[in-house]
């Protein structure tokens, strides 16, 4: 899969402790490989159709869209501020 980075995905992301950045970077590595791999936890975000959300940990999450071998990552941080505008 090709992994594509939005602008707003990259600033949450710098924004981030350097601990949750290595979470989320394992988290890339699980997507990359498998976006269905168990340890992500992927699901639809209800409301939002064609977007999925995937756990970092169990505070933070990344959402994602699926186009072909692409994957857009659109938005990361904590699970409400992650998914209000996802």
Not at 2 to 10: A, D, H, K, N, Q
Not at 18 to 23: C, H, L, T, V
Not at 27 to 50: C, M, N, Y
Not at 68 to 80: K, Y
């Amino acid at each position: 899969m090709t992994i594509r980075l939005s602008e707003r995905f990259v600033s949450r992301y710098a924004e981030l402790s350097k601990i949750i950045q290595r979470k989320v970077d394992k988290a890339l590595k699980l997507l990359d490989a498998d976006h269905r791999h168990p340890g992500l936890r992927s699901h639809p975000v209800q409301g939002a159709p064609g977007i999925f959300e995937a756990y970092v940990d169990d505070k933070y999450r990344m959402t994602f869209e699926r186009s072909g071998e692409v994957l857009f990552l659109r938005n990361v941080d904590n699970h409400d501020e992650c998914l209000k505008n996802p």
